[in-house]
């Protein structure tokens, strides 16, 4: 699909210490014809029943997020609609906290966040470091209206999402070498696991490398 050419991604989830197989935390990403999708969500508690959460939630998300994806007319990513089909879904849960959010070709993010998740923007300089305000409350039980947020990605930046199993104290410099340091979009993200994630927690991360439209009009250009 053509909006690979925009970006890359990859994503990582592990089981706390103990708890293998199961893991509360989880992530799933998709290519949509309005552009890259991203949900990270984490489970409250850890087991079977987290891992049953967070299942439930990546199972109502591909069916809404490809039922939008038809072919013929292809509708946008309703994530307001998203999050209130999975506070419907976890009705009567232990709850789940999340971040989802939409990469367009143009750099822009729409995103929303509830609750103990983390959702960064990296510069590719790492002078400055973008960080989301959640939302407070738990979806499937107390979960507040769910607000869009937007940013603005330029080529060669980075959005990252992490679950409290990986700490949200990180210093930039940190991250910095995690990042700059892979060889590619899966290294980076299981180099944030081995480095980062504990064990005491489940733990989870999407990394997403924006690169624009650069490749293809430096393509277009040459044939001119
Ligand atoms: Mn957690």
């Known amino acids: 699909m053509q909006a690979e050419n925009f970006a890359q991604v990859a994503s990582q989830h592990q089981p706390m210490l103990g708890h293998a197989p199961h893991c509360g935390d989880g992530v799933w990403t998709c290519w949509h014809a309005q552009g890259l999708f991203g949900l990270l969500c984490d489970g409250a508690g850890h087991g079977p029943e987290a891992e049953q959460i967070q299942q439930q939630a990546i199972d109502v998300a591909r069916r809404m997020i490809e039922t939008s994806d038809g072919s013929e007319a292809a509708s946008e990513i309703d994530l307001v609609a998203l999050f209130h089909a999975l506070h419907q879904q976890l009705k009567g849960s232990r709850g789940m906290v999340a971040v989802a959010f939409v990469l367009h070709a ?43 947020q937007h940013w603005q990605c330029e080529p060669g930046q980075w959005l990252l999402s992490h679950s409290d199993g990986i700490h949200r104290s990180t210093a930039p410099e940190a991250w910095q070498r995690l990042l700059q340091h892979g060889r590619s979009m899966s290294t980076v993200s299981l180099n944030i696991m081995r480095e980062l994630a504990d064990g005491r927690d489940d733990a989870s991360c999407i990394v997403v490398r924006y690169w624009g439209k650069r490749q293809m009009v430096s393509l277009r250009e040459s044939k001119i």
């Open 106 to 148: 143009d750099g822009g993010v729409d995103f929303i966040h509830i609750g103990d998740v983390s959702l960064y923007c990296f510069q590719d300089t790492f002078a400055q470091l973008g960080r989301s305000n959640e939302q407070q409350g738990i979806i499937g039980y107390h979960m507040p209206t769910p607000r869009v």
